[in-house]
């Protein structure tokens, strides 16, 4: 099984909900990605899990929140989000010191 | 900072041509990527290559690497309407576990 998947593909919000994203995987890969994806540009890294500890936040705003509550599970909590953050949201793994990452499909994340 | 500048930007040509892409970098790396991202199948990683290989070959794909002239390249051969999507070279960052993405190369194949 060499997929990750990532749920929901869609979510529209407004900016005093909360919602979360999830990423799953189970390829043994025991690191995982968070990425930001704007349309037309490319991938921006917002967090790396690395054995379920958070090992880089790439100076994203406390509004995302990430968890990983296990080897195979990643999510990414989203709370009083803003218009500009509607964008792809991009979940990956890698096994630990190897470079190639396998990608979700993403979710489309819309904020009103 | 260190990130793969791409050249062209777009491209567009006709099915069973030929499509080369370029990526050029500032700071020495120990490794290259490509990765392609369509609306069908997302993003997907294609060939990675290491500083010491100068070239490398996957099906219809061709990837060079000048670590002299710090830039690679990623050629497509007898393309298809299916190869229409954006093409991005991906560099490793110091300390393990990040990368960067390039601009990306956005390749139209028209049928």
């Known amino acids: 099984d060499t997929e990750v998947t990532q749920t929901p593909k869609h979510l529209v919000m407004g900016m005093t909900n909360k919602k979360s994203l999830k990423c799953e995987q189970h390829?043994?890969?025991?690191?995982m990605y968070w990425y930001k994806q704007k349309a037309k540009k490319p991938p921006e890294l917002m967090f790396v899990?690395?054995?379920?500890?958070?090992?880089i936040n790439e100076s994203v705003p406390s509004r995302f929140s990430p968890e990983c509550p296990n080897s195979s599970l990643l999510n990414l909590h989203l709370h009083a989000l803003q218009p500009e953050d509607s964008a792809l949201y991009l979940c990956?793994?890698?096994?630990?010191?190897?470079?190639?990452?396998?990608f979700g499909p993403g979710t489309r994340l819309t904020v009103l | 900072s260190q990130q793969g500048e791409e050249d062209p930007q777009a491209l567009s040509i006709q099915e069973g041509e030929n499509a080369t892409m370029n990526c050029s970098y500032k700071?020495?790396?120990?490794?290259l990527q490509w990765y392609r991202q369509n609306s069908g199948r997302g993003l997907v990683h294609l060939i990675l290559?290491?500083?010491?290989?100068r070239e490398k070959h996957s099906g219809r794909l061709r990837v060079t690497l000048d670590t002299s002239k710090k830039s690679s390249s990623l050629l497509i051969t007898a393309s298809r309407a299916a190869d229409t999507a954006s093409y991005f070279c991906?560099?490793?960052?110091?300390?393990?576990?990040?990368?960067?993405f390039g601009a990306g190369t956005r390749l139209f194949v028209k049928a």
């Open positions: 990956a793994s890698t096994t630990t010191g190897e470079d190639t990452q396998y």
């Open positions: 390829m043994g890969h025991r690191a």
């Open positions: 899990y690395s054995y379920e500890k958070l090992s």
């Open positions: 700071t020495s790396i120990n490794n």
């Open positions: 290559i290491r500083s010491n290989e």
């Open positions: 991906v560099l490793p960052r110091a300390g393990g576990f990040k990368t960067i």
